[in-house]
């Protein structure tokens, strides 16, 4: 099969760089939301707790808001969305640069190997974080199965 540098550049190389920018901005969104969540609930707690003794229901709120606040902080922990947007962003810019010296022409892509140069950099790029990932998602069932109890096991005390 013989791909041309444009055909590379546009289904792979382009389709990695728009995959990853995505994929930044969504963890990048999550993120924000979930740290504005945090603050919002963190700085509502000593307010709501001075009406405790005239309102009953306040306790229940500020119950609510701490349960809140331990799921949003077991959600950052579990889905690790500020590490993805800045992995996926670098990633997604490392992508950029390659493809821009080689437009370029700019060293190292300024010879003949230069579309050769060009696909081992950026497959070796993707191939980076496809193996940090899997490695990350290796950690995380470890973690999971070690700390969950087996169904019909006591959990040691």
Do not use: C
């Amino acid at each position: 099969m013989n791909v041309t540098p444009e055909d590379y550049i546009k289904s792979r190389l382009e389709d990695q760089i728009s995959w990853y920018s995505r994929k930044s901005s969504m963890n990048q969104r999550m993120y924000k939301r979930l740290q504005l969540l945090t603050i919002i609930f963190s700085s509502s707690i000593p307010f709501l707790t001075a009406y405790t003794a005239q309102f009953k229901s306040v306790e229940i709120i500020v119950g609510f808001i701490g349960v809140s606040l331990a799921a949003i902080t077991a959600l950052n922990g579990l889905y690790k969305y500020q590490e993805n947007w800045l992995a996926y962003r670098t990633t997604s810019e490392s992508l950029k640069h390659q493809k821009y010296l080689f437009l370029t022409g700019t060293e190292p892509y300024h010879d003949e190997q230069a579309f050769n140069m060009l696909v081992q950099n950026v497959e070796m790029t993707i191939s980076k974080e496809n193996s940090t990932w899997s490695k990350q998602m290796t950690k995380q069932q470890q973690a999971s199965a070690v700390n969950v109890p087996m169904p019909g096991k006591i959990a040691s005390q």
